[in-house]
């Protein structure tokens, strides 16, 4: 017989927001710092997707390992504290089922949004083999772990501690869509569809009690552009 569906209690994060202030704080100074060493020591094209994803991994990096040492104050492990330990009741096989479903349905309401076709800052980094090659892997790997574990580790159980469960989960639904807007040329169609996908994450999160969970779903959802991704590399090089 299969095991009966347990849902994960609410979380109580020994953190606030106090705590996200300086993480935001740091992670700006990580990606300032960067970027600046990239761009004038390094001499590293400013639109170069690959640029970008190394930048971009080496402030998270230092921004976890910030948090490793917050969370060591309250005597608790990083992937502890950030909900990735727990596996979650949840298949794989039923999340890669969500993600898919969801990156599907995305392409769907951005038809039905009529979104503009526009060139966007994220289609300007994928202009050699490399950048697509690097921000394909990173969209299937570090990406979603990271955010996950920031996102939905780190800020929504604040967010839901405070103002409540549906309340938190949408409030971070919503910083997760504005802050992923820049890269779509601020469009709204694609702003709305990205706060929709970050608020399946979230309630994945929250009724799981887990961020691996969330970032099975986060990869699946991300699976399938990276793959179309690949392939309009390998089939038109020099676009």
Known sequence: MTPPLVLAQPDEPSWGYAEIFLGLAVFLVAIGGSVTFATHVLHAPSESGLWGVVEEVVAYGILLLALKFLFARHGQKLFDALGWSKPGPFSMRSLI???????????????VLRTPEVETPFEKMLADPAS????????????????EMLFRGFLQPVLVASAGVLPGILITSLIFGALHMNQNANLWQSGVVIMLVGFVLGIVRHVSG??????????????????VLLLQGAINPNK
């Open 97 to 111: 089922t969500v993600g898919l479903t969801l990156s599907l349905t995305g392409v769907i309401l951005q038809y």
């Open 132 to 147: 697509r090659i690097a921000i394909a892997v990173m969209g299937v790997t570090v990406g979603p772990v990271i955010e």
């Open 210 to 227: 887990s961020t691996r969970a969330s970032t099975v779903v986060h990869i699946a959802y991300n699976a399938l552009p990276m793959v």
